[in-house]
């Protein structure tokens, strides 16, 4: 019964890991489809051009004859059976005929050429005195005229060996009006349109199997060496939905449930894990752009506020400042001006009524101002250690939003703020390679990755 068990859940294994090489395949493939599309159309176009340039038409003449025995002998079986067996002589001697040299000098004197410029053949019908001579070239009237000339030398050369014959035509083909096979490059066309699909899927399979990406929770501990936090699912306004209704935060009523549920989820387990090592000042940062810290670090701020807890959120990535727009605000000073001391802290640190947020949450946000160029050298000034020290005196918790670990030096320098950090992954974007250096450059800042939350939006 054991064993039994055991060879069911290597089959469901098999099955789960097939299940995702497809999964894993079709995704890969919504990336490179063009680049498969654009080899099946090489391909076919390549080997059209090359079938057009290297096509040459053939023409064959052809004529039928029956192989009688000139031997004086009347009508009977035994002479049938010789005439037959003559034929299939007269048929495998042909190619030593042709080879000797005689029956090409012979033909060549009455064309007035030099031998011959196509090539010649002979069949016999099986069990028959049927004997069959073709000639193909590249000019139908002088396959035509070659065929006459062996027709009326040929007996005279194989004589010597299968005896007086004479040949009497039953058929001719005449000068061929139509060369042998027509022209058709759509047939190359699609050997190579299917040669290049090949190639594209083959090198699609290729890539999905080496392609070492977050694709799924397991694969955050598996690369990344954290455990996962939490997922954020996947989320569609609808296309009637306004500008403002497209906002993607938890204050907005049109957000989805899942995408709430997801939210509080990964609240809970930063806040448990903090609260396990007295932690207050959470960084949230991923390795490459776009994979979407900017909305979990949003969220995850609002989320915070509404368990009760103070909690500030800090747009820190000054090269690209983000919350502005998540919170549905607009464009206005932040914290680069506030560090450049051309604003005062009141002037941009804002309540949940400044931001429009109708819930009575303990929220505030000091969101970016205009992008700057050097972040870091603003994020490791005294002026910004002074606001985090400030922040962190009169708050519960506070989120700060970084720049991009993998790609730039400021989460480094705004690391020595943070005691603890989240690393956000969107699904099947950046490298697991690259994961693992915005990892480690955290590392080096000594502070704690207290986990991955894997992005699907």
């Given at each position: ?282 960084l949230v940062t991923s390795a490459l752009a776009g994979e979407g810290k900017s909305t979990v670090a949003v969220n995850l701020a609002i989320s915070l506020a509404q368990s009760g807890k103070k ?71 005294r002026e910004m250690e002074s606001l985090i020290r400030a922040l962190k005196n009169s708050v519960d918790y506070m989120i700060l939003d970084s720049a991009p670990a993998g790609l730039l030096t ?48």
């Amino acid at each position: 019964m054991s064993e039994q068990r055991i060879e069911n859940k290597a089959e469901e294994a098999e099955r789960i890991d097939l299940i995702r090489f497809l999964g894993d395949f079709f995704r890969v493939f919504r990336r490179t489809w063009i680049w498969v599309l654009i080899l099946t159309v090489a391909g076919g176009a390549f080997f059209y051009f090359r079938d057009y340039r290297s096509w040459s038409p053939v023409y064959t003449a052809s004529a039928t004859f029956t192989v009688r025995l000139n031997n004086g002998v009347g009508t009977s079986g035994t002479n049938t059976y010789y005439e037959n067996t003559t034929a299939e002589q007269m048929a495998k001697t042909f190619p030593y005929i042709l080879t000797s040299g005689v029956l090409q000098r012979k033909v060549a004197a009455q064309m007035g050429t030099g031998g011959f410029s196509g090539s010649v053949r002979a069949t016999v019908e099986e069990n028959t005195n049927l004997f069959t001579l073709s000639v193909t070239d590249s000019d139908p009237q002088r396959a035509y005229d070659t065929l006459n000339a062996v027709i009326t030398y040929y007996p005279e050369v194989a004589e010597a060996i299968v005896g007086r014959t004479s040949l009497d035509m039953l058929d001719e083909s005449g000068v061929p009006g139509a060369p042998d096979y027509p022209r058709d490059s759509m047939r190359p066309a699609r050997k190579g349109a299917a040669a290049g699909l090949a190639l594209g899927l083959v090198w699609t399979v290729v890539r999905a199997v080496n392609r070492k990406t977050v694709r799924r929770r397991g694969d955050i501990p598996r690369y990344m060496h954290v455990r996962c936090l939490g997922e954020i699912p996947r989320v569609h306004f609808k296309k009637r939905s306004r500008g403002n209704e497209k906002v993607l935060n938890i204050t907005n009523k049109k957000t989805d449930e899942n995408f709430l549920e997801s939210i509080r989820m990964l609240r809970n387990k930063v806040e448990y894990s903090a609260q396990k090592h007295h932690h207050k000042v959470v960084l949230v940062t991923s390795a490459l752009a776009g994979e979407g810290k900017s909305t979990v670090a949003v969220n995850l701020a609002i989320s915070l506020a509404q368990s009760g807890k103070k909690t500030a959120l800090v747009d820190c990535d000054l090269r690209h400042p983000s919350c502005r727009k998540i919170l549905g605000q607009e464009q206005g000073m932040g914290l680069r001006e506030l560090l450049e001391k051309k604003t005062e802290i009141k002037e941009v640190f804002l309540n949940r009524k400044d931001l429009n947020i109708e819930e009575d949450i303990p929220f505030f946000a000091i969101l970016g101002g205009k992008p700057v160029n050097d972040g870091s050298r603003l994020l490791g000034s005294r002026e910004m250690e002074s606001l985090i020290r400030a922040l962190k005196n009169s708050v519960d918790y506070m989120i700060l939003d970084s720049a991009p670990a993998g790609l730039l030096t400021d989460a480094g320098v705004l690391a020595q703020y943070a005691d603890t950090a989240v690393c956000v992954v969107r699904r099947d974007y950046a490298r697991a390679d690259t994961i693992m250096e915005g990892i480690e450059a955290l590392a080096e800042a000594h502070v704690r990755v207290s986990g991955g939350v894997l992005n699907q939006i």
